[in-house]
């Protein structure tokens, strides 16, 4: 049974999502057990990762064009809005992250920092980690469908 090419690509774009999120759970056990350059080089992997798939999908389109959602069911077209909604906050909240984090140079600083300045970074990644976790089981339920179109 050959696989679809837009299947396989989805695919692989659900397996750098679950991946993006386990950096991001990582991440946020880095952190907490206060192994901040720990922190930072998992936040830039799952970064990267983001990176590396927002470079993928204008060539996906490119080759491979769109899908043909006409042919999903109502159900699944939903279900596909939503995920697009969680890997907005999965990015925006990722970004905000990082600017937070730069603008406060929470990387390179000496001694404790105060709760207050790091509250909005927290909000931010708090923010990636369920909107990652949301788009992974979205993802999933759409992907599911195309291997049974």
């Not at 999502?17 to 936040?43: D, K």
């Not at 890997?87 to 140079?105: E, H, I, K, M, T």
């Not at 909005?120 to 980690?129: C, P």
């Given at each position: ?8 690509y ?8 679950a991946?993006?999120?386990a950096?991001?759970f990582?991440?946020l ?10 922190h ?9 990762l983001?990176?590396l798939?927002?470079l ?16 999903w069911s ?7 809005r ?19 984090a730069?603008?406060?140079g ?23 980690i369920?909107?990652g ?7 999933a339920y759409?992907?599911?469908g195309?291997?049974?179109?």
């Amino acid at each position: 049974m050959a696989i679809d090419p837009k299947t396989a690509y989805w695919t692989g774009a659900l397996v750098n999502m679950a991946l993006i999120v386990a950096l991001l759970f990582s991440g946020l056990r880095a952190i907490r057990s206060g192994r901040v350059q720990r922190h930072l080089r998992l936040m830039i992997s799952a970064a990267s990762l983001v990176g590396l798939f927002l470079l993928s999908y204008p060539a996906k389109l490119a080759f491979l064009g769109r899908e043909q959602l006409e042919l999903w069911s109502r159900y699944h077209v939903w279900v596909l809005r939503f995920h697009e909604l969680c890997v907005f906050c999965l990015v925006v909240g990722g970004g905000f992250a990082v600017y937070r984090a730069l603008s406060l140079g929470l990387w390179n600083r000496e001694g404790p920092v105060r709760a207050m300045d790091t509250r909005g970074h927290r909000r931010a990644g708090w923010t990636a980690i369920v909107g990652g976790s949301l788009g992974i089981l979205s993802a999933a339920y759409v992907l599911h469908g195309m291997y049974t179109r």
